[in-house]
């Protein structure tokens, strides 16, 4: 079962607080600090996440198995291990991006 967990937000700008995930090429503002669960997101030249997440930002969503949630998805990103708590992927419903997390 999906739990809402934030919603990403593109930005042209890099807000404060923002930090760098170099691996992603983008800069991350902390949902956790956002009284609405928003993450903003500014983007670098050579992102390697899907031109959808780029443009359009996403949805996030927890799980409780990243593998299960994705059968029969439409994957566009991942999963991708972030740390050893969090791996995440991304894919397309309703013409939109979607964050799937798994934290342990």
Known sequence: MRTFNHIGIVTTEKKEGAI???GLN???TDYNQSPNR???????AGSCL???????GHIAYTVPSIEEELKG???I???APCDEHLT???IEEEGIAIEIMEIK
Request: proline share 7%.
């Open 26 to 28: 983008v800069w991350l």
């Open 38 to 44: 928003i993450e903003f997101l500014k983007f670098e």
């Open 77 to 79: 990103f991942g999963p």
């Open 88 to 90: 995440i992927a991304f």
């Open 50 to 56: 899907p031109e959808l997440v780029q443009t359009q």
């Open 20 to 22: 760098l995930n170099e």
């Open 73 to 75: 998805k439409k994957v």
